[in-house]
């Protein structure tokens, strides 16, 4: 009788995106990347929309690096991953947040729509002052 193997599980949708956030904070753009499907859709902050990932790819090039991401919350969706997220370019020490709502199929994401949320104003591109 022919021996019969356990399907391999998938990773969970919540861990390819901590992946691909984790690959931007240590300034692995090329392994960000790989984190998308080929046919991919990404709509960013701007509104302007990407499709596949040579599109994508060419959004990840105009942007500045380096720079921090901290996720502040993460939370399944339905079939989507939310995440708020701040993020904080070290030279100007400007940061935004963002609601990005991933949806993630076969370990890759599929989909990215990155939603501007404010800032609070004791945040904006200054550090905190300690006491």
């Given at each position: 009788?022919?021996?019969?193997?356990?399907?391999?599980?998938?990773?969970?949708?919540?861990?390819?995106?901590?992946?691909?956030?984790?690959?931007?904070?240590?300034?692995q753009v090329l392994e960000a990347l790989n984190a998308f499907s080929m046919d991919a859709r990404m709509r960013d902050e701007s509104g302007r929309e990407r499709r596949g990932i040579?599109?994508?790819?060419?959004?990840?090039?105009?942007?500045?690096?380096?720079?921090?991401?901290?996720?502040?919350?993460?939370?399944?969706?339905?079939?989507?991953?939310?995440?708020?997220?701040?993020?904080?370019?070290?030279?100007?020490?400007?940061?935004?947040?963002?609601r990005s709502v991933f949806r993630v199929n076969r370990d890759r994401i599929r989909s990215l729509v990155m939603d501007p949320l404010p800032v609070p104003p004791a945040r904006r591109g200054k550090a905190a002052r300690s006491a």
């Amino acid at each position: 009788m022919p021996e019969l193997l356990a399907p391999v599980r998938a990773e969970p949708d919540e861990a390819v995106v901590r992946h691909y956030l984790e690959a931007l904070n240590s300034g692995q753009v090329l392994e960000a990347l790989n984190a998308f499907s080929m046919d991919a859709r990404m709509r960013d902050e701007s509104g302007r929309e990407r499709r596949g990932i040579r599109e994508i790819a060419a959004a990840f090039a105009s942007h500045e690096r380096p720079l921090k991401v901290d996720i502040e919350e993460l939370q399944k969706e339905g079939a989507a991953v939310a995440v708020r997220v701040r993020l904080t370019y070290p030279e100007t020490r400007e940061t935004r947040v963002y609601r990005s709502v991933f949806r993630v199929n076969r370990d890759r994401i599929r989909s990215l729509v990155m939603d501007p949320l404010p800032v609070p104003p004791a945040r904006r591109g200054k550090a905190a002052r300690s006491a």
